[in-house]
């Protein structure tokens, strides 16, 4: 089961692709795209899954 203290984790993307991987807390993660966004941009872990974790770009999320 996937620890819920990956969701709010941001890390900058180093490609235009929708999918790729990102290594934390010293483990790798499969990730998607879940909006757009573009090498370079900042994004936010907003949904996990056994198979991926769920980004969006950290502009796009309310916060309140």
């Known amino acids: 089961m996937l620890d819920d203290r990956l ?3 941001t890390f900058t ?4 692709d929708t ?14 795209l879940l909006g757009p966004a573009e090498a370079g ?12 974790l769920g980004v969006i770009k950290a502009d796009s999320q309310l916060t309140y």
Request: avoid cysteine.
């Open 19 to 32: 999918s790729g991987t990102i290594s934390l807390l010293g483990i790798l993660y499969q990730y998607r």
């Open 7 to 9: 969701l709010g984790k």
């Open 41 to 52: 941009d900042t994004v936010v872990i907003v949904k996990h899954t056994p198979l991926y």
């Open 13 to 16: 993307l180093t490609s235009s």
